[in-house]
């Protein structure tokens, strides 16, 4: 049965980059090319916001709102899977969750969601 | 797509059934996917394309679609049930995927 076990460090200042990695334990890292993998996150008091995703073979989707911060890389020869978040800022303070995703069309209606989740990395910013 | 609109909190009796609902323009092209997250710990998949259980999952869960809006329903609430609960779907146009804002589900 497929783990997620992730990593990285929880304490950053402003300004700095924030990286997390998740090693996928247990199971094919690339079962498919339907096999995606995404990282969302839950600041406090907030709801869970979708980061963004990549594929076994290294295309990704990235939510538009932190685009221009986010890289999302995959190295398949390891089993894992990283973030990298740049400039970071107070409104980054979250916990992050790595997770696998499955995806496709059904009847020409397209369905995702996340199956296996990683437990969490609670990433804090403060000066 | 504006995104995915679902109501903050909900209350339901012990033992009753409880219904969350989702809406939202992606659901009309895309099939929602629900969420459980209790306090501490990470989301866990309960529902997928629209009416799908995950093993593991009690058959107290169900999910639905009509045209914009998905639902979660609930069967015989029990205080274990009390959780956030987010819904999800494929944004197409976006090419990224949506959260609802969650809802707050209380067991009385």
């Known amino acids: 049965q497929v783990q997620l076990q992730q990593w990285g460090a929880g304490l950053l200042k402003p300004s700095e980059t924030l990286s997390l990695t998740c090693g996928v334990f247990?199971?094919?890292?690339?079962?498919?090319?339907?096999?995606?993998w995404c990282w969302i996150r839950r600041a406090p008091g907030k709801g869970l916001e979708w980061i963004g995703e990549i594929n076994y073979s290294g295309g990704t989707n990235y939510n538009p709102s932190l685009r221009s911060r986010v890289t999302i890389s995959i190295d398949t020869s390891t089993n894992q899977f990283s973030l990298k978040l740049t400039s970071v800022t107070a409104a980054d303070t979250a916990v992050y969750y790595c997770a696998r995703v499955r995806r496709g069309y059904n009847l020409s209606y397209s369905y995702y969601y996340m199956d296996v989740w990683g437990k969490g990395t609670t990433v804090t910013v403060s000066s | 797509s504006s995104g995915l609109t679902q109501d903050p909190t909900v209350s339901v009796a012990l033992g009753q059934t409880v219904r969350i609902t989702c809406q939202g323009d992606s659901l009309r092209s895309g099939y929602a996917s629900w969420y459980q997250q209790k306090p501490g710990q990470a989301p866990i998949l309960v529902i997928y394309a629209v009416n799908n259980r995950p093993a593991g999952i009690p058959d107290q869960f169900s999910g639905s679609r009509s045209g914009d809006t998905a639902s979660l329903t609930i069967t015989g609430a029990q205080a274990e049930d009390e959780a956030d609960y987010y819904c999800a779907s494929w944004d197409s146009s976006g090419n990224h995927l949506l959260f609802g804002g969650g809802t707050k589900l209380t067991v009385l």
């Open positions: 247990g199971g094919s890292f690339t079962i498919s090319s339907s096999s995606y």
